[in-house]
């Protein structure tokens, strides 16, 4: 089938839209509320083309393509449909672009600078809306909403939470939590997917920058940062690097210019998580104990089923996520190395999840009414202090990060990925049961971007069914279909955000698939050529155990490594 797009001849496929047969086309034709993938709700109008024989402009995310059309995507009609929609748009939105964490990254400023809206056409008394900061994680700032519906989608079609909609009509209607609650009483599980489809700056995670850059300037405070395995393949896009540069030696040099006085890996912790899962798993499965076992490291998933299927709690692993792993043996072991009081640290992650804001302040999370973490930062949040402080990731030398937690395995850098905990996991564990490395280490059942990888593993006469699930709304099909006897898994991988890691919700906002592809690409090649594949023979891992762990599942790790969750009743 063919159609005519600007004099242009194209192909189009049956049955789909006409957005999508432009898009493909290399047509550009801008949008608001248009998802990929998911049924076009057509809300926006943005995507108005003109189509021969035709009176009105239709929408062309929303309009089937039919043979030998002609459309017209830049008439001059459907130039002042755009530019109207947004003169429109702007006379109920803030003017503090100045201010605004989207600027210059911001859809609608965008739309403004290319329609050419010069001036403020339609006045008007403006919407009055209170910001929600109750969470601990993101910021509901309403008055810079316009009403796209795209953080209402994924919150319900993506993830499955549902913990926003749509409220009243007309020129009242706006995007609300249950009775107009705060995020923080709602079923929110801070996953920030809402955040990286927001085409303003109605949505941002809350920061923590002040807190940072008041400790490090503050003399009496050791200040301690930890890299989750992702950000080195994500943060350099905030500095124009290629997606998927792996930036780990320059990102270190740069926060040792920022003021930390240490800075770690998080992938080490992620093989101290292997270690103790792992054993978990082994014990559970000689010892007839809760089968599945779900991984722990995601603190959105962990929410979600807190929330929605506490009858699963058991199931979860009892293992802290690497950061708080990390974060308890910092003011443990190496506060007692270092004599330094515990409370004299100072500890920071970044992290590439806007959940892992709300973890660091659950009181499951520390002890002796001190917290494992004192602040958490994003990607967003540390490429800001970076250009805050004039730095250029482009102009510097890479340095090493600081042992003894900052020897990784490959393994740990897989955490990034989603089926990455899940492969590395399997790896240890087959050594632990047999006492030998696996023929094969990667599991190619268990990579790549599908929402839902299975597979089976056979590890010393025993067959284990594995699967790794992102995106929450998959992991609710995966949970409903286990607890109806449809799914025999003996071990479950869940992260909250899709693809995992690198693409949470506090990566880049605006990251395409190929960058994101990209991403998982690098992390690959990373475990392709490393040297060190297993958590297991990870010298650092080693001494830790040998020096104050003494073994997997022991009392100590018990006591710094492990938690435990309750079912959280919230409003919904």
Known sequence: ????????????????????????????????????????????????????????????????VQEGMKIKTHSPRAIRARKTIVELLLSDHPDDCLYCVRNKNCQLQDLSEELGVRQRRYTGAKSECNIDTSSPSIVRDPAKCILCG???????????????????????????????????????????????????????????????MDAIHDPNKFVVVQHAPSISVTVG?????????????????????????????????ADLTIME???????????DGVLPMFTSCSPGWIKFVEQFYPEFIPNLSTCKSPQEMLGAIVKSYFAEREGFDPKQIFSVSIMPCTAKKFEAERPEMGRHGIAD?????TTRELAR????????????????????????????????????????????AHYMITGDEMDEMQVKDLRGLNGIKESTIKVAGIELNVAAVSGLGNARQMLDDIRAGKKQIHFMEVMTCPGGCIAGGGQPVGARLDAIKARMKSL?????????????NNKYIKKLYDEFLEKPLGHRSHELLHTHYAQRDVLM
Do not use: W
């Open 524 to 536: 690959y090649e990373i475990d392709r050529d490393s040297l060190l594949v297993t958590s297991y």
């Open 385 to 428: 202090i970076i250009k805050m402080r004039g730095l250029d990731l482009n102009d510097m030398q890479p340095q090493p990060t600081d042992t003894p937690f900052g020897e990784r395995s490959s393994a740990g850098k897989l955490f990034g990925v989603s089926g990455g905990v899940m492969e590395a996991a399997i790896r240890t």
């Open 277 to 287: 899962e792992a054993a978990e798993l082994v014990h559970r499965i000689k010892n």
């Open 373 to 377: 973490l004192d602040a958490v930062l």
């Open 237 to 269: 896009e905030e500095f124009g690097l290629k997606p998927g540069t792996d930036s780990v030696g320059i990102m270190t040099a740069a926060l040792r210019r920022l003021g930390f006085d240490r800075v770690f890996d998080t992938s080490f912790s």
């Open 1 to 64: 089938m063919y159609i005519e797009a600007n004099g242009r001849q194209i192909e189009a496929k049956p049955g789909e839209m006409v957005l999508d047969a432009l898009n493909r086309a290399g047509v550009k034709v801008p949008t608001l509320c248009h998802m990929a993938g998911l049924f076009p709700s057509g809300a926006c109008r943005m995507c108005v083309v003109e189509i021969e024989g035709m009176n009105g402009l239709v929408p062309s995310c929303a309009f089937p």
């Open 150 to 212: 795209k953080c209402v989608r994924v919150c319900e079609e993506i993830q499955g939470v549902s913990a926003i909609d749509f409220a009243k009509r007309g020129s009242k209607a706006h995007i609300a939590t249950a009775f107009d609650m705060g995020l923080n009483v709602s079923s929110c599980i801070n996953c920030g997917q809402c955040i990286m489809v927001c085409p303003t700056g109605a949505l941002r995670e809350t920061s923590n920058i002040k807190e940072v």
